[in-house]
């Protein structure tokens, strides 16, 4: 065999062509739904695609010794989970601002940042389904959101990583307390043993969350364009008027969260960077699931520069920047709660531009 016809796998071993396309037929379907299990182990996109090539990199230099006595797919959720439960030796906890334990904040004092925290992230579809996330498999699509709703990662952010890891593995990917085991490498009464202890800390089963696009109503579907509107337009009281009496704003790094209409009234309306209509371009998206806004706002000072100049088409001069990306809770036909994030890297693993031009008029 010449030197061409073997890859080196990085142990000194060789991988033939032929191991080559097994492999990648064997596992690169995975991909999407490791990224989700990852996610859910840790509670980080940018941490969750790390990981998964970690998993890729373990199991290809692995390969030429898999044996079989598992499924493929149970054998990379082995390495995938055993390489976040080994990541999550060195972290805390990434929170919401509603799980830091202190009271709702007052929305007429101004906001504080606190990146000291290890916040929470979204997780863009994107990178579960890739470019093609519009045209998913609706049955793909309904298994890999599973349990990725930010309520749901949220809340298995308060269990120590090894129960986390049972009560994903067998909750939401429904393996057996036997594949468990095999999956951490430990046995079935321990499994199930932390599977109890799991469940006394989180309850019965995994919190409830907001519907996930694939099981909004007509009449949801309709509630969260109709928030996208009211943001286009700048119109306060419409953007609160889809909500809930309780629904809940959260806005990491800003440490507070914020609870009723009237404060998230008060708190669009005092301390939002935007002032009127057409501050504002929405890009409906999804996250986590879930139905999602990524909202860029006006640079009026680049107005400001170009008004001297009547020669630009005005429309080409308004530019938007990319501003939060926020993921809606949507149940019983209202918005329950919003989570806006400000991290520009949102905007980059969504796919989406740092930069809108266009006209500054908000859609009809």
Known sequence: MSADQVTTRGDGAMLTPEEEVA??????????????HCYRMLGSANEAED???ETYLRAWRAFHSFEGRS????????????????ALRQQSRRPLPSGLGQPPGDPHEPVQEDRSIPWLEPLPDRLVFGQGSASQDPADAVVYTEGVQLAVVAALQDLPPRQRAVLVLREVLQLSAAETARVLECTVASANSA??????????????????????????REVFAELCDAFERYDVPAVVGV?????????????????????????IGTQCPASGPADFRILPIFCNGQPSMAMYLRDHDHDHDHDHDHDHDQDQDVIYRAFQVCVVDVAQDQVQGVVGFFDPAVFAQAGLPEVLVGSGAPPA
């Open 243 to 267: 909500m809930t009496e309780q629904a809940t704003w959260q806005m990491p790094p800003f440490d507070r969260f914020y609870v009723g209409r009237a404060d998230i009234a008060a708190l």
């Open 195 to 220: 599977l109890q202890r799991a469940r006394a800390t989180i309850g019965d089963g995994l919190p409830e969350a907001g519907r996930r696009v694939s099981e909004l109503s007509e009449r949801e």
């Open 51 to 53: 990981l998964v090539q």
């Open 71 to 86: 499924s493929v797919r149970t054998w990379m959720y082995s390495i995938a989970t055993n390489s976040c439960l080994t």
């Open 23 to 36: 492999f990648e037929k064997a596992t690169g379907p995975l991909r999407g739904e490791l990224i989700a």
